[in-house]
């Protein structure tokens, strides 16, 4: 409970900082909504087209998913975002929600390593021996072994990874449960876990500035952040065998793979199968959360649609490198959005 009211607090100080950023301007709706840091270089860029399109204000506070999730189960904010898919507990909690698959996009895995000729580059047992604390030098044998001629360094390994509840890690784990079974056995999937190895930091930003400052650290972090952090991040092996960074191209392949979107609209992307050559195997859908029932139905419905629409195009997505959702999801989504109704 202590925690949940932290959250809330955080998010409560947070929103008057996000509606300064608009300046004096008098809008008819002001929306706010919290939770997920991996999509909120997203929104960033959706707000101001929200604002010349509909005259709306949206405030959004990038607390994390599972803050954001806590957020609106309590009614604190009109909508929420996670990269997590809700747990049967948390539909519970949250008295009537939808959860609607809006954005695309990879978890990149970025390091900090001078002297290399080439990109790193890294399979998935390997990341899960790191972060179990069972690779600890960056001239393992099992690392040099998936990048002949670089020279590695004898440098100690700094796994870092999100404290708090992280949609991120809930990505980053469920990957590394389907590409290690100790790992799936001892630490399983989840938006947090008891981390056996490494230093925790807050934020997609926090554990972007980690890596900047600490040689020899590897993370795991939406592409975005890795991006406008200007962060080195490594090729992942997948199930064809190829080395694939997180691209457009390459997070599409991966959401591709949903060919049926069952009725909750929970979906898994992560380690698609060999049939799939590009696909990047650290990638995942994340969601908008809203109340079934809301006094802004309306409103809410309109911003919805246009992110799943509009919001898709490659002027507002292609510098962070979100991929569009594919027509299936798209559909189901749009499906799942006619369940908000207006509330008297």
């Known amino acids: 409970m202590k925690t949940k009211l932290i959250a809330l607090s955080l998010i409560a100080l947070l929103l008057p900082v996000a509606a300064s950023a608009h300046g004096s301007k008098t809008t008819s709706t002001t929306i706010s909504g919290a939770g997920s840091t991996f999509e909120s ?47 049967p507990d948390q539909f519970a909690a949250c008295n009537g929600c939808v959860q609607i698959p809006w954005a695309l996009a990879g978890t990149a895995i970025p390091y900090n390593l001078s002297g290399l000729t080439k990109p790193l580059r890294l399979t998935g047992p390997v990341i899960a021996g790191i972060y179990m604390g069972e690779i600890t030098n960056w001239n393992d044998p099992q690392i040099k072994a998936t990048n002949p001629g670089q020279n590695l360094p004898d440098l100690k390994i700094t796994p870092v990874y999100r404290t708090g509840n992280s949609g991120t890690t809930y990505n980053f784990t469920d990957y590394l449960s389907s590409v290690s079974s100790d790992w799936k056995t001892k630490l399983g999937t989840g938006q947090a876990v008891n981390w056996p190895a490494g230093v925790g930091a807050n934020g997609s930003a926090g554990v972007a500035g980690v890596v900047q400052n600490t040689p020899g650290a590897v993370a795991y972090v939406d592409t975005a952040f890795a991006i406008t952090n200007h962060l080195h991040f490594a090729a992942i092996k997948n199930a064809a065998g190829n080395y694939i960074y997180p691209s457009i191209r390459n997070v599409a392949a991966a959401g591709g793979a949903v060919t049926k979107v069952p009725a909750n609209d929970e979906l898994h992307i992560v380690n698609p199968g060999h049939t799939l050559p590009t696909a990047y195997p650290i990638a995942t859908y994340t969601y908008v959360i809203l109340p079934t029932h809301s006094t802004k139905a309306a409103d809410l419905r309109k911003m919805v649609f246009w992110a799943l629409t509009q919001g898709q195009q490659t002027k507002y997505t292609a510098k962070l490198w979100f991929a569009p959702i594919p027509k299936v999801v798209l559909v189901a989504s749009e499906k799942a959005l006619k369940q908000v109704q207006s509330s008297t």
């Not at 707000?47 to 957020?71: E, H, K």
């Not at 009614?75 to 996670?82: C, I, M, P, T, W």
């Open 41 to 87: 270089p997203l929104v960033s860029v959706w707000t101001p087209a929200l604002g010349s399109a509909f005259d709306y204000t949206v405030q959004y506070s990038p607390v994390g998913s599972g803050a954001g999730i806590q957020a609106i189960s309590g009614r604190q904010v009109d909508f929420g975002a996670s990269d997590a898919p809700l747990t």
